[in-house]
């Protein structure tokens, strides 16, 4: 069996930590806390992305280290695409536009089996923001329940932090809040991101801000270039979106979400 050290340590999360295993494999070792059954529903998740025909890492047996949880993955190369324009600020919108096609031919994928659905998903979260009013989550679920389901692979946290660029090359990453949807809910998740950096207390980096605001406009842009139509849904989506992000419990982000979440209609 491999045995796990400190020089093998590839990433620090939350969640789990990430060592290399082989020449073919990485191993996502959960920390103690975190429950098998949600170990076995990540499993389950990025089985259904490979299977839709996404760019993602293949997961592979559930294994028990040093008396933790693991999953084997698919060791794949490459930078993140955060890291990537970070150190290269002049390729801001190349990546950008990249980003919007990557979701936009995400989005050309059907989810065909058993996937949680988005909608369920938000209304949940929003139920779970404290942060929320009793009148406002009411007005955000009407929202929600005036707009249309999907069938979609939609990835739930897209960011350029989850794409994994070596040359042409593109893989996507953390599928654990994929469901299957509405594409512009999906697009509307990864703005809400966005803007949160460039308008919120997320961060106080003045150039930053002005980073994250010129490429979600890039990003944006191209993405309904390639799917024409939908721009005045997708800002529907936008206040129900934010008032689910609540539910995660960011505080640097609270007040903002709260006045993005009142904009519903």
């Known amino acids: 069996m491999n045995q796990l050290s400190a020089d093998k340590l590839i990433a620090h ?5 990430v060592y290399a295993w082989d020449h073919s494999h990485v191993l996502k070792l959960f920390h103690g806390w975190f429950e098998l059954e949600n170990i076995e529903y990540e499993q389950r998740i990025v089985r259904a992305v490979v299977a839709s025909g996404v760019q993602a890492p293949a997961v592979g047996e559930l294994i028990q280290v040093d008396g933790r949880n693991g999953l084997l993955y698919e060791r794949v190369s490459g930078q993140s695409m955060e890291a ?8 801001l919108l190349t990546y950008a536009r990249t980003l ?8 050309e994928r059907i989810f065909d089996i058993a996937i949680p659905a988005q909608r369920a998903r938000l209304q949940n979260k929003i139920n779970q ?5 009793g009148p406002l989550k009411t007005k955000l679920l009407q929202a929600l329940d005036s707009l ?10 897209f960011h350029p932090a989850n794409v994994l660029l070596s040359g042409e090359d593109a893989t996507i ?6 469901t299957r949807g ?10 809400v991101i966005a803007l949160g950096v460039a308008e919120s207390a997320q961060t106080a ?6 980073i994250a605001k010129i490429f979600h406009a890039a990003y944006l842009k191209q993405y309904f270039t390639l799917h024409r139509g939908g721009e005045d849904e997708y800002r529907r989506w936008l206040p129900i979106v934010a008032g689910a992000r609540l539910s995660e419990n960011i505080p640097e982000l609270e007040q903002w979400l709260v006045g993005q979440a009142a904009l519903t209609s």
Do not use: E
């Open 148 to 157: 249309p389901d999907g069938d979609r692979v939609c990835h739930g946290d």
């Open 100 to 107: 919007a096609q990557l979701h936009a031919q995400m989005h």
């Open 205 to 210: 980096k003045p150039l930053l801000k002005i």
């Open 13 to 17: 999360g939350r969640t789990a930590d």
């Open 173 to 178: 990453i953390d599928w654990i809040d994929a």
């Open 129 to 133: 923001a404290h942060a929320l009013s």
């Open 84 to 91: 990537l324009f970070l150190h290269k600020p002049w390729k």
């Open 182 to 191: 509405n594409p512009l809910a999906d697009v509307a998740r990864t703005s």
